[in-house]
């Protein structure tokens, strides 16, 4: 017998028109995925986080590849650390554990996304005995390497399953609430009840607590320039 359940949650990304089509729905959890190589685009990272935390979604960072070291990483990483967002530092073909990792991913769906290269396809293969030869399917581009097109689906244990969706350079939430940038960072909603006037756009108005926050370093400065950029996409699709 087949049926069809209402959606509990549905991330979204931004087409190239700037309208709203589904990336996966039901998800428990979203795990985004970065490693040292390729180098990590910090922003792509912080849309991920912002569209999660539009939707009340729980997000786990995980760095692939650790063996290669982490050094370039880490002053990223602590400002991910200060938010509280659960860090899995992995490396699937070499001597760290996964079984942290296994742990978390138990009794839940989730999405794994991130930038083309990272390895969320070796990471499906790793905690997913069925994955490889599904991965063995996947299209080549034009050096012939292994590219993941279509969203994947691994059962990991009897109530409990990995998305892995494909690689990509941009991804952006689309703005459903009022304030929607402003929401989706989460230190800089809470700063800006500092802010003199109600409707600040914590970019040039006066008595801005976001822009004193970034003055003495007790906001990041990417994160915010992060943020700017999220607000700007936003107001240009509005316009």
Known sequence: MESIDPRRNLIERIDSRGRPEPVAANIDRLAIMVAPEPAPDWFLVDRYLAGARLKDIEVILIVNKADLGLGPLEAELAV?????????????????TLLELQRTLAHRVTLMVGQ???????LANALAPEAAAQTAELTRDAEGRHTTTTARWYSIGNDAAIIDAPGVRDFAPPASIVRA????FQEIHSIGVGCRFNDCRHFEEPGCAVQ????????????????????????????
């Open 80 to 96: 991910y650390e200060n938010l509280q967002l659960p860090i899995h530092k992995v490396a699937c073909h070499g001597d760290l």
């Open 116 to 122: 083309s290269g990272v390895g969320k396809s070796s």
């Open 212 to 239: 004193a926050a970034v003055a003495d370093q007790t906001l990041s400065a990417r994160r915010y320039e992060s943020y700017r950029r999220l607000t700007r996409l936003y107001e240009a699709l509005a316009g």
């Open 181 to 184: 940038a402003e929401r989706g």
